[in-house]
């Protein structure tokens, strides 16, 4: 998906990270806390025009893939769980055609519909104001295996590695926040759009679509507003995304990320994704009285510039047949399990793209905070359930507590007005 305003969009972001970055620098020098300082009217009017300037930013929604899979992280996230209570194949399609129709309004931007008869409720919920801009949102659609059930005759068409994702051992699933019919990942430059898009939804589906888990999320405005280029830190204080294959690889995208015709797959998967969800609470108080080295070599790369450990930069790139007993990177890293970097373990790449949640204190009184995990893959089960077989029984365990999510996949896009999401399923 290409980024329609990249020229105007890009810029005030980089103005902007490198103002920020001038500023740091500035009060640095000055031996004072930067944050302590009230901005400039001048730079305050900057920094204004810059938000209205990131509004206007937007990501196509036709394409032959859907947005938000490739498309750089941009700082908040829902995801949105729902049960489908379509109770026919027509009810499906009508719900595939709306949703279409709210997401290519909503990404692509418009004036908010006018309320004809003060006597009905507002067409639209009036949190954005009179123009709904598009502020980069990108609301990708995928489906969980239970769309296959007999309800709407779609068995012989589901994807096949498409499963209800099960219980690994260090897991503590809690039903409430598992699985679902149809998941919608938002992701927009800022919470308000978000929150905008998932209601303008849930009102035009009241009879379609009824919602079963959700969690808000977020990355920091430094790597979101980089596009890409800065990876975001999670909440262990770790840059979580390094190790991602690069996007811009079309030929590589096409091997670990989109389902193409070489697979077994039915045809209408062409062009979509399997997608892993899965929310991993995690234990802060405890990883925050952890000593730094063990911390570091859980993950097996340095906490602060993210380059493997032994190595300077955060993109060198791991030799581990030099370090065959794990003297310099633990044979049990993160990192090194997840992707050992052997010609057997190429095809388990995927995309991650991670988000941070925080949300108040647990049930046992401990801060409640963790990551949305999500990735993508061609194939969710060398991808996906095979890293995470290698992961089973890591360091990393002691510190953290996966709650929920699912699997699901990531619908093709769609490609011009006249077509609609899932219509290569439903016209099968
Ligand atoms: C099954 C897949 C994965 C789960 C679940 C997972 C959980 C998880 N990861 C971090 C933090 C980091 N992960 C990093 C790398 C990394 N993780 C996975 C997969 C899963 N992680 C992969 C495939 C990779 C890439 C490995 C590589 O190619 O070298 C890193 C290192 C930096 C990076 O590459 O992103 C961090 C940090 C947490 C906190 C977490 C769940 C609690
Ligand atoms: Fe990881």
């Known amino acids: ?29 000055m031996g004072g806390c930067p944050v302590a300082h009230a901005a400039p009217a001048a730079q305050r009017a900057e920094k204004t025009a810059d938000d209205e300037d990131a509004r206007k930013q937007s990501v196509d929604f036709y394409g032959e893939h859907q947005a938000g899979i490739l498309t750089p992280q941009q700082s908040s996230i829902m995801l949105v769980a729902f049960d489908v209570l379509a109770v026919n194949k027509d009810d499906l399609v009508r719900l595939f055609k709306l949703l279409t129709k709210r997401i290519a309004f909503l990404t692509h931007g418009g004036l908010a519909p006018a309320t004809p008869n003060p006597q009905m409720p507002p067409l639209d919920s009036g949190i954005l104001g009179a123009h709904i801009w598009p ?52 992701c927009a430059n800022s919470v308000d759009t978000v929150v905008h898009a998932v209601r303008d939804i849930i009102k035009h589906t009241p009879d379609l679509l009824s919602v079963r888990w959700r969690r808000d999320g977020f990355i920091g405005e430094h790597a979101a507003l980089s596009k890409g280029k800065v990876t975001p830190v999670n909440l262990l204080g770790f840059k979580d995304g390094t190790g991602n294959p690069d996007s811009k690889n079309q030929p590589l995208m096409n091997e ?16 979509g994704s399997y997608q892993a969800v899965r929310i991993i609470q995690f234990h802060v108080e405890f990883w925050d009285r952890t000593p730094l080295r063990e911390q570091e070599n859980i993950f097996g790369r340095d906490k602060i510039t993210g380059a493997p450990l ?23 890293a993160h990192m090194r399990l997840a992707n050992p970097r052997t010609a057997q373990t190429q095809d388990s790449l995927m995309m ?33 359930i095979g890293v995470q077989k290698r992961l089973n029984g890591e360091p990393l365990e002691e510190y953290i507590r996966p709650i929920g999510g699912g699997y699901f996949f990531a619908l093709p896009g769609v490609v011009d007005a006249q077509h609609y999401l899932a219509q290569p399923l439903l016209e099968a």
């Not at 991650?352 to 194939?379: E, K, W």
């Open 1 to 29: 998906m290409a980024d329609k305003h990249l020229a105007a969009g890009a810029e005030p972001g980089r103005r902007r990270l490198l103002k920020g970055l001038g500023m740091l620098g500035g009060a640095l020098a």
């Open 135 to 186: 502020d980069n949102l990108t609301i990708t659609v995928s489906v969980g295996s239970a769309l296959f059930d007999e309800r709407f005759g779609l068995a012989a068409q589901k994807p096949k590695k498409l499963q209800v994702m099960t219980r690994f051992p260090n897991d503590s699933l809690d039903a409430s926040l598992c699985h679902g019919d149809l998941l919608l990942q938002i």
């Open 256 to 271: 670990v990320i989109w389902v193409t015709p070489g697979q077994q797959e039915p045809a209408w998967t062409h062009g």
């Open 310 to 332: 032994g190595m300077k930069h955060e993109h060198d790139v791991p030799d581990y047949a030099s370090d065959p007993e794990g003297k310099i990177i633990p044979l049990d």
């Open 352 to 384: 991650r793209r991670g988000y941070s949640y925080s949300q108040g204190i647990t049930g046992s009184g401990q801060l409640d905070m963790g990551l949305l995990f999500v990735c993508y893959q061609h194939d969710l089960e060398k991808g996906f």
